[in-house]
Nanobody, 124 residues
Framework: QVQLVESGGGLVQPGGSLRLSCATS????????VGWFRQAPGKEREFVAG????????YYGDPVKDRFAISKDNAKSTVYLQMNSLKPEDTANYYC?????????????????WGQGTQVTVSS
């Protein structure tokens, strides 16, 4: 059974940093693309970052480019999202998701497996 479990969310002041983790089980991370998405109340789920199964290529949504960094540790079956220079508009529930293949990273419907999410709140 495939499981993805996010952790690391919390309350942080503007300009601060957080690192989210996505612990996976039941799949070989070497063969799956993994994406981070976020959803704020009343808004659609938004692509944040993705990392490819092959060569660990990385992809980012425009609002987070140059502030967030996605990485993975295949041995630990874990994907990370380092978030720096956080802004109030980054406040959302953050989800990780996994899919096979190397098609679009930003398309929600292409992902087969999803975690339950972790809340990130950026506020002073």
């Amino acid at each position: 059974q495939v499981q993805l479990v996010e952790s690391g969310g919390g309350l942080v002041q503007p300009g601060g940093s957080l690192r989210l983790s996505c612990a996976t089980s039941g799949l070989r991370l070497e063969y799956y693309d993994v994406g981070w998405f976020r959803q704020a109340p009343g808004k659609e789920r938004e692509f944040v970052a993705g990392i490819s199964w092959m060569l660990a290529g990385t992809y980012y949504g425009d609002p987070v480019k140059d502030r967030f960094a996605i990485s993975k540790d295949n041995a630990k079956s874990t994907v990370y999202l380092q978030m720096n220079s956080l802004k109030p508009e980054d406040t959302a529930n953050y989800y990780c998701a996994a899919k096979m293949g190397s098609s679009s990273y930003s398309t929600v419907n292409l992902y087969n497996y999803w975690g339950q999410g972790t809340q990130v709140t950026v506020s002073s």
